[in-house]
Structures are given as C-alpha cells and as structure tokens.
C-alpha cells in the first residue's frame, strides 16, 4: 500500500512554530521530489515548500520564505517542514506529495505529483 502520512499539526498561537513530518510507506521517497502544499477554506491550495530528490535544491513561496524550511530524511523515509514565526494567514490543511516534476514546476503548478497524504490542520490562533 503506498501512503503518505502527515502529522504535527495543531493550534499554535501567532508567532509560534510547528514541524510537520510527512511518513511514507509502501515505497521509498530517495528517488521522489516532495512537496509541501496548504489549503484554507474556501481558498485554492497552493504551494509551499518543496525539495528536489537529486540535489536537495528547495523552493519556497514567497509567503513564507524566511519562516519556513523544508528537508527531508531518506534514511527515515520522511520529510519535513519547519515553520516558525506563524502567522493566523497560515491557517490551513497541510499536505504533502511526491513525484518527479522538477522543483519549481512541483511548486507552483503540481506537476508530476503522483502521490498526496490526507492532510494536517494547522490553526493559528488570531
């Protein structure tokens, strides 16, 4: 069964900081890009954070560059993302994905993001 699995979300009040981890099973992440992706209510879901598989090469939203970091752990099977300073515009359903887009066009356009998790709320208290 290939899963991805969030975890670490909660409420926290602004300014605060949270670390997500995204788990895999049924496959190995070592050869996927991964993505970080939010989604509020009523709002499309965008991108947030995402690494390549190759070179470990990041990209960011401007949203929430400086606040948030994006790594991953292939020996663990697992990504993450830190995120600090956190503000109540960060309130939303954090997914992850993997796939094998480059980078920038995960980021910003999903492309090639074949497998997603379920999500995890992040609230932040305003």
Do not use: H
Not at 24 to 31: I, W
Not at 112 to 125: A, E, N, P, Q, R
């Amino acid at each position: 069964q290939l899963q991805l699995v969030e975890s670490g979300g909660g409420l926290v009040q602004p300014g605060g900081s949270l670390r997500l981890s995204c788990a895999a099973s049924g496959f190995t992440l070592d050869y996927y890009a991964i993505g970080w992706f939010r989604q509020a209510p009523g709002k499309e879901r965008e991108g947030v954070s995402c690494i390549s598989s190759s070179d470990n090469s990041t990209y960011s939203a401007d949203s929430v560059k400086g606040r948030f970091t994006i790594s991953r752990d292939n020996a663990k099977n697992m990504a993450y993302l830190q995120m600090n300073s956190l503000k109540p515009e960060d309130t939303a359903v954090y997914y992850c994905a993997a796939g094998w887009a480059t980078v920038v066009a995960m980021c910003v356009k999903e492309y090639g993001m074949d497998y997603w998790g379920k999500g995890t709320l992040v609230t932040v208290y305003s």
